[in-house]
């Protein structure tokens, strides 16, 4: 955990600027735009990051993103850091996974705006395959699409999905609810690029962690609502409706301070609603999945570490009884001892597995319940 404290360490001080650079009339440069936090963490002032400067517990993390291994971190690797924290975009690949980087599906000349597509060199099913439509995380502020890399790969690997990683627009640079019109519209151009690249557009799952397991949960629990739908991109033809939905550890209501929130996602949460949400609470409820449950929700899979000091398990349990009170079909994974992602291992990949089968291939396949034993990061 103190590796997690010392990451949202800098997410705070990331947010602390967010006011200012969404202010500015014209987007700076990302090293302009971060320079000023990069040297914020210049505790001794000598003009140079070292990793000595950073706590203790997260030297882990942040020594991944120094990329000539000289000990400090330039304001490149902090840009790098930035939209890709702790490098998993570096993953490499498996052997039977190919990607396509950086399409774009909403008009715009904006990176952020992009989809990366993983893709099976070989099938091992015949026809179009499900698409897992995957989130990322990052408190809404920082990531990118290539941290899906490690969360998809295993599936894609099998030969029986493919994986779409759909980029956003972050808090400094457009409020809620950019950040879902941007989802939905990448899940539409899935489906207008389903015959090009081998989607079965009648099998889409979203998937995401933290941030992107709430706008995961946000679109499984807004299908057909059309006052969240946006008007991005050119296939507004399409649905962006989901099949199933993958919540790893997501924020769930965003109505209150004080309902299920901590330090850290509270100053998150004021930057991506523009303000506290109590002085916008049609936004603040239009944003969370827990307020939103219908009995038409596809089924969803929930993971939540019952150590997480940034967004409390209690958010899950919250959004498991709702859903189960509404009748939608969901697992609720528990990781007993897990704090805030630190448990991927190959027992939750099996567990994902299991539910993306019994979903889009056999109804009869069982997906275990019981709760998983945290035995250490990467576990």
Request: glycine share 10%; with cysteine.
């Amino acid at each position: 955990m103190k590796r997690t404290r010392g990451l949202w360490t800098i997410v705070l001080i990331l947010l602390g600027w967010a006011a200012a650079v969404h202010a500015e009339a014209e987007a700076p440069s990302e090293a302009e735009r971060l320079r000023p936090q990069w040297r914020q963490l210049d505790a001794n002032g000598d003009g140079r990051v070292a990793l000595t400067e950073f706590p203790q517990g997260s030297r882990g993390i942040y020594s991944r993103n120094d990329l000539d291994g000289n000990g400090e971190l330039s304001l490149e690797e902090f840009v790098d850091f930035n939209n890709d924290p702790g490098g998993a975009g570096r993953t490499p690949l498996p052997e039977n996974v190919r990607v396509i980087e950086g399409l774009p599906y909403a008009g715009t000349d904006d990176d952020r705006q992009r989809v990366d597509v993983y893709l099976p060199m070989r099938k091992s099913v015949e026809g179009p395959l499900p698409v897992i439509a995957y989130i990322h995380g990052g408190a809404w502020s920082l990531g990118s699409r290539a941290m899906a890399r490690p969360q998809v790969s295993p599936h894609v690997a099998s030969g029986r999905y493919a994986a779409v990683s759909i980029g956003y627009r972050l808090s400094w640079q457009d409020t809620w609810p950019a950040q879902i019109h941007d989802v939905k519209a990448g899940i539409r151009w899935i489906r207008a690029f389903s015959d090009a690249y081998g989607f079965d557009a009648s099998r889409i799952c979203a998937m995401g962690s933290s941030a992107g397991g709430h706008l995961t949960a946000a679109v499984g629990t807004t299908n057909g609502v059309r006052a969240v739908e946006g008007a991005l991109g050119s296939h507004l033809d399409q649905s962006s409706d989901v099949q199933c939905a993958i919540d790893f550890f997501g924020p769930t209501d965003l109505t209150s301070f004080e309902h299920r929130q901590t330090p850290v996602t509270s100053r998150a949460l004021v930057a991506l609603l523009g303000g506290r949400p109590e002085d916008r609470p049609a936004r603040a409820r239009e944003a969370s999945p827990l307020h939103n449950v219908d009995p038409d929700d596809p089924p969803f899979l929930i993971v939540h570490g019952t150590r997480d000091e940034l967004v409390p398990y209690a958010a899950s349990v919250d959004l498991d009884a709702a859903l189960r009170r509404a009748g939608v079909p969901v697992v609720f994974q528990t990781v007993e001892g897990g704090g805030h992602g630190d448990f991927f291992s190959p027992e939750i990949v099996r567990r994902v597995r299991a539910f993306l089968e019994r979903t889009f291939y056999d109804a009869t396949v069982e997906v275990p319940d019981t709760p998983i034993a945290f035995a250490g990061a990467g576990s």
